[in-house]
């Protein structure tokens, strides 16, 4: 998490605004009273005299200064991903990230939230998901039961009335354009190649204005833009005009120095040695013609499995009892014990 300056401002999430420091109508200090963070109130209980630091996300000045932040959420980013990241703050505007498997695109967005301190909204996609599984759906069961209630009590139920904010259910998307706070939510959308064509349409006007368009109440818009990650691991090609709303960063796969000290920080009970010959054995897993190529991820899986069953060297023993936590397809790990299980270990 940043370490936020103090400021001349009060964050009240009850009121979901800023207070300035001087004189408050009593509703709104009956409301404020006990908001997390205030530090102390005047002689008359009135007036603010010391006001609680908060997280904004402009406080991230420079790309570099982002790395940092991310190292102390435990992820370690290279310098093109903090820049992409950088602008989709401070810009903001939507950020797909591409790449394969277990390369740390999810664990990007997870870990931004985490250091601004504001939630990860996420929304998993999959083939035929739709509005009401993205944005919002009606509480059918409650509007039944209010029609219930109206006519054994002989009144009449306005159709206006059923279709209120008093029965809408928020999905993520809808979650992440109201959501208030001193910083915007991270909205996650993960997955999106393996959402149908039709859904990146519906996407569009979100990603581009903020807004959605809910026809019993009419069109929404973010009081703030939620920061948006879009993350795909190309199974098909994104539309042009989903990929022109947003900038784009491809993470490959990182360098063996990178990697190790990726899962030595995922992994800080295993040894030096065994996170260096974990990753130089992932390394040498992905030269061979694999259906999956193991990620970081997987290296992180590998070692944990590793000390789990007291591995502490890896050697071909070693590698044949915790296979199944690197390569996760039959064809795969024939090819690997036919390659040789000590070349893998580096033996």
């Not at 903001?92 to 985490?114: D, F, R, Y």
Request: proline letters at 5%; one cysteine or more; aromatic letters at 6%.
């Amino acid at each position: 998490m940043l370490n936020p300056q103090v400021t001349s401002k009060l964050w009240t999430p009850q009121l979901g605004r800023y207070l300035d420091g001087g004189p408050l109508p009593v509703g709104e200090f009956l409301m404020i009273i006990g908001c997390q963070g205030y530090r102390k109130w005047g002689a008359d209980a009135q007036k603010l005299v010391s006001v609680c630091p908060v997280s904004f996300a402009s406080e991230i000045e420079s790309p570099q200064q982002l790395i940092q932040e991310l190292a102390k959420a435990d992820y370690l980013a290279e310098l093109g991903l903090a820049t992409a990241l950088f602008c989709a703050v401070r810009l903001p505007q939507p950020l797909l990230l591409e790449g394969e498997a277990g390369v740390g695109k999810t664990q990007a967005a997870k870990a931004l939230a985490q250091l601004l301190d504001t939630p990860l909204i996420r929304l998993q996609c999959f083939e035929g998901i739709d509005a009401s599984e993205a944005l919002y759906e009606w509480n059918y069961p409650r509007q039944l039961l209010s029609i219930r209630m109206a006519e054994s009590q002989g009144k009449s139920i306005e159709e206006s009335s059923l279709f209120s904010r008093e029965f809408l259910i928020e999905r993520p998307l809808l979650q992440a354009l109201e959501h208030v706070g001193p910083n915007p939510a991270v909205l996650l959308i993960d997955e999106v190649d393996r959402a149908d064509e039709e859904f990146e349409a519906f996407l569009f006007e979100m990603l581009a204005e903020s807004t959605v368009s809910v026809p019993e109440l009419g069109t929404l818009t973010a009081q703030q833009k939620p920061i948006v990650i879009l993350t795909s691991n190309r199974t098909r090609d994104l539309h042009d005009a989903l990929k022109r709303r947003c900038l784009y960063h491809w993470i490959d796969y990182p360098s063996l120095e990178h990697a190790t000290q990726i899962v030595k920080l995922r992994a800080p009970k295993a040894s030096k040695d065994l996170a260096e010959q974990v990753a130089a054995a992932v390394s040498r897993i992905r030269t061979l013609d694999m259906q999956k190529p193991p990620g970081v991820a997987e290296a992180i899986d590998w070692v944990n499995a590793a000390m789990l069953l007291g591995v502490s060297t890896l050697d071909a023993r070693g590698t044949e009892q915790t296979l199944g936590s690197v390569l996760k397809y039959r064809d795969d790990q024939e090819l690997a014990r036919e390659q040789g299980l000590a070349w893998i270990a580096g033996e």
